[in-house]
T-cell receptor, first 115, second 113 residues
Framework: KNQVEQSPQSLIILEGKNCTLQ??????????LRWYKQDTGRGPVSLTIMTFSENTKSNGRYTATLDADTKQSSLHITASQLSDSASYICVVTRKFELGNTPLVFGKGTRLSVIA | NAGVTQTPKFRVLKTGQSMTLLCAQD?????MYWYRQDPGMGLRLIHYSVGEGTTAKGEVPDGYNVSRLKKQNFLLGLESAAPSQTSVYFC????????????FGDGTRLSIL
């Protein structure tokens, strides 16, 4: 079954600290993995995308890693800011098959950064 | 830069009523999607469209209909609303190019009483 599991479900950290969010997937065939940030009351916004051959990709203070062998990804946030408080959603894209929906969404990790 | 615009932002309906949610994008995107987001669950695809005049069922299509008469608009209809359809509905769009992200609207919060 195609699934994306994220951990932890929620996380509270102090401003300025680092944190790492995890994503494990069983999606096949794999095309790419994307991390989205969803602020409260807003739609998700793409942070990074990783294809099969990529191990690490950075976007400012966000660094995503991918291990395609173990089917695991992580999102590391450095020097957290209050504005990082949001839900972070891991999304895996399947290679498109006619009649099958290609995206598999995780349930998200709710991050709260406190002063 | 409007991006993806959803209307209305909030709506309360009574069971059995009908309504249409409108999604408009100004990025000339080929693909458009309707999702619902419920507490404790990931986004679930309701219907999608790969071009003007075409639609397809997603993961949870029952109770919903869609139309894509114009490339920039994607309509989601509820013919007879049920309390189980209380949710936040998101529309998204993207280009047809490989590995491009979906761009989401800010959602429509729908309550069915």
């Amino acid at each position: 079954k195609n699934q994306v599991e994220q951990s932890p479900q929620s996380l509270i950290i102090l401003e300025g600290k680092n944190c790492t969010l995890q994503c494990n997937y069983t999606v096949s065939p794999f095309s790419n993995l994307r991390w989205y940030k969803q602020d409260t009351g807003r739609g998700p916004v793409s942070l990074t995308i990783m294809t099969f051959s990529e191990n690490t990709k950075s976007n400012g203070r966000y660094t995503a890693t991918l291990d395609a062998d173990t089917k695991q990804s992580s999102l590391h946030i450095t020097a957290s800011q209050l504005s990082d408080s949001a839900s972070y959603i891991c999304v895996v894209t399947r290679k498109f098959e006619l009649g099958n929906t290609p995206l598999v969404f995780g349930k998200g990790t709710r991050l709260s950064v406190i002063a | 830069n409007a991006g993806v615009t959803q209307t209305p932002k909030f709506r309360v309906l009574k069971t059995g009523q009908s309504m249409t949610l409108l999604c408009a994008q100004d990025m000339n995107h080929e693909y458009m999607y309707w999702y619902r987001q419920d507490p404790g669950m990931g986004l679930r695809l309701i219907h999608y469209s790969v071009g003007e005049g075409t639609t397809a069922k997603g993961e949870v299509p029952d109770g919903y209909n869609v139309s894509r008469l114009k490339k920039q608009n994607f309509l989601l209809g509820l013919e007879s609303a049920a309390p189980s359809q209380t949710s936040v509905y998101f529309c998204a769009s993207r280009t047809g190019q490989t590995n491009q992200p979906q761009h989401f609207g800010d959602g429509t919060r729908l309550s069915i009483l």
